[in-house]
């Protein structure tokens, strides 16, 4: 789906209702653009961290050592905390 939106002189841009109530920010909130090689991807931010939670799983897999908690806790036992 296409949707033009409109940016104002100084920068300013709105998302049609429809498309902010079926994102979830129909009361406000942030997005996140990015910029690729194709354009600009606009995802809303439970979009952005379950995009980075891929990310990583593609490098630690279903690891449970590679978890931020275990990275902790070997730091924690490496410096004798």
């Not at 406000?28 to 995009?51: F, K, M, N, S």
């Not at 279903?62 to 036992?77: I, K, P, W, Y």
Request: hydrophobic share 40%; no cysteine.
């Amino acid at each position: 789906m296409t949707i033009q939106v409109n940016i104002t002189p100084n920068g300013r841009m709105s998302l049609p209702a429809e498309l902010r109530k079926r994102l979830g920010l129909a009361g406000g909130g942030a997005v996140y653009l990015d910029e690729t090689p194709d354009g600009v991807v606009l995802r809303t931010a439970a979009q952005a961290v379950a995009r980075a939670q891929a990310l990583a799983r593609q490098y630690t897999g279903d690891r449970t050592e590679a978890s931020v908690d275990a990275f902790l806790a070997n730091r924690r036992e490496e410096s004798g905390e």
